[in-house]
């Protein structure tokens, strides 16, 4: 990535002031594993504790799940991830690089080949007689590897388990004791925010690609022959989204403009609770400001084994291009049919309203915590180049000794802001005093321990001049600055700073929540 990249720069950015950083540096670092500093755990904290809230909390229709991240062997049988959750590699047989064959390809040919067989990618290999980029030795042909960790548990090397790769599995496999724990007639979901691995074989793009993420997934269960059945359908019909269908992507357009309910009549999607679903993850995402995102429809040729449809989430990354976000499939009832099979267990729900023992179909929001951080704080990423600033005497022809001025290169100020929403800022207000002296350093003091008490993610600074405190604050993308001056101690108001304006306002010690809120 070039240094003068947005992406780069987010990533120095994130490096910088502790948002995330690569594993264990101090050794190296650890590729496709990374540490969250302060910053950062409090970001992604907001960002599931939001999501939780939206999804879980704040619904009747959902149950909450923390299921073990080491996971018996037989769930990944049966879901098939022990066959199939593969993915393409090729070696180079001089320098031994591995290198994923279908990104390879995307990287070389600039297509898309998401999906496609390995016997199809050696075609191409060969038709454009790609090479190792790093050496440009051969390459071997493609072939399958599996994407999960393994790890022996307990005293004997036999006894295996998988790191899950994702969170889903856990919730299929603890399906129907959570139905009837719950007492949830259909359609209802489970939902689950936690970690996942994956031995990704080239992990890339910072933490877009990580080998240990987080996961933020939905199944959401419905009788087989209600997928239309959906009550809140009309509430989101009118909604718009840029939608990009598999016709879209053989023209090469972008895609176009539509309301979910034409996208439902014109069988676009399928089905109005894949509809719905998609259209509460826009306005989820539309809620963090995270607005510049298509839905882009799985062709054909790359649907999951276990998928009848699915449309991605994807933003408009600046150096990348479209890339997805999160994923939502419609799983029918692969997932609880496979579970049947392998546990011997019945996975049927009485449904009161038609009698009837059905195996319930599933459709499946599933959101990845860290690429959605990192694209909050792309998207959020803006440097401002002030005007450059004459120094000081600058125009004078000479100085005090009488000797001819150099004339100097004015110095443009870069300053960096993050316009994160304030519903996910790491810190959502900072206290300044003006000074220390005069008794301002007391006051501010005791402004910021009475603002803790109900804004947990406040701090307090006052080393360096104001006007560094804001810059510091701005990079860190804090919404509001106090600060505490002289009037304060006269007749107890501060100066409230609002990050993305600039604009100063003054308001009483006491409001400064109110202010803050609206
Ligand atoms: P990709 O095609 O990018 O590998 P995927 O289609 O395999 O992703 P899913 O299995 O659908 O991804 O997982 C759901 C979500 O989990 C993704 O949309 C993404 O947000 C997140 N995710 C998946 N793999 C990773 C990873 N290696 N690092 C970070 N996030 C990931």
């Known amino acids: 990535m070039p240094e003068d990249s947005k992406i780069q720069k987010t990533i120095n950015l994130c490096v910088r002031r502790g948002f995330v950083f690569p594993s264990a540096e101090i050794y190296g670092s650890f590729g496709g594993f990374f540490d969250y500093g302060p910053a950062g755990a409090e970001l992604k904290a907001n960002v599931r504790q939001s999501w939780w809230r939206r999804f879980v909390q704040n619904r009747e229709d959902m149950l909450g799940l ?46 898309s080949v998401d999906g496609i067989s390995e016997a199809k990618l050696n075609e191409l290999f060969k038709k454009h007689k790609l090479a190792c980029p790093d050496c440009k030795g051969a390459l071997s042909e493609a072939k399958k590897f599996n994407l999960m960790f ?66 933020m997934e939905i199944e959401f269960f419905l009788h087989p022959d209600k997928l239309d059945d959906c009550p809140d359908f009309d509430r989101i019909s009118k909604h718009k989204a840029l939608f990009c269908t598999e016709a879209d992507q053989k023209t090469g357009h972008t895609g176009h403009e539509m309301s979910f309910g034409d996208a439902v009549k014109k069988k676009i999607i399928q089905t109005r609770w894949h509809a719905y679903w998609l259209a509460e993850a826009l306005d989820w995402f539309a809620g963090l400001g995270l607005t510049k995102v298509r839905l882009r429809q799985h062709r054909s040729d790359e649907l999951s084994h276990y998928a009848k449809e699915t449309w991605d989430v994807e933003y408009d990354y600046p150096e990348w291009g479209w890339k997805e976000l999160m994923g939502i499939a419609n799983r029918t009832d692969f997932d609880l049919l496979a579970h049947a099979k392998e546990s011997g267990k019945d ?70 802001i993050l316009h994160l929403s304030p519903i996910v800022a790491p810190i959502k207000v900072a206290v300044f005093p003006l000074m220390k002296k005069d008794g301002l350093g007391e006051k501010a003091w005791d ?18 001049s104001i006007g560094k405190r804001y810059a510091r604050q701005d990079e860190l993308g804090t919404p509001y600055c106090i600060t505490v001056d002289h009037q304060t101690l006269e007749d107890g108001t501060v100066t409230l700073r609002e990050r993305d304006s600039g604009g100063q306002t003054r308001v009483k010690m006491d409001k400064i929540a109110d202010a803050i809120d609206g």
Not at 85 to 109: G, S, T, W
Request: with cysteine.
């Open 66 to 111: 923390d299921g073990a991240v080491l996971t018996h062997p037989r769930i990944w049988k049966a879901s098939g991830h022990v066959d199939a959750f593969n993915d393409p590699l090729v070696q180079c047989q001089k320098c031994k690089h591995r290198f994923r064959a279908d990104h390879l390809i995307e990287q070389e040919l600039h297509e």
């Open 150 to 215: 393994k790890t022996s548990v307990g005293a004997t090397e036999d006894n295996y388990a998988y790191l899950r790769p994702e969170t889903a599995q856990v919730i299929f496999a603890n399906f129907k004791y959570l139905q009837q724990i719950g007492r949830k007639a259909l359609p209802f979901g489970i939902a689950q925010a936690g970690r996942s691995f994956r031995n990704e074989i080239s992990p890339r793009n910072f933490v877009f690609r990580g080998r240990e993420f987080e996961q």
């Open 347 to 416: 996975m049927t729900v009485f449904d009161e309203a038609t009698k009837q023992k059905v195996v319930p179909h599933v459709i499946e929001p599933s959101f990845g915590l860290d690429r959605l951080v990192f694209t909050l704080l792309l998207d959020a990423f803006e440097e401002k180049k002030d005007a450059p600033k004459a120094a000081a005497n600058e125009g004078n022809s000479a100085n005090a000794d009488g000797k001819a001025r150099k004339p100097t290169t004015p110095a443009v100020e870069v300053k960096t």
């Open 447 to 464: 402004v910021y321990t009475a603002l803790k008490k109900t804004l947990p993610q406040s701090v307090y600074d006052e080393s360096g």
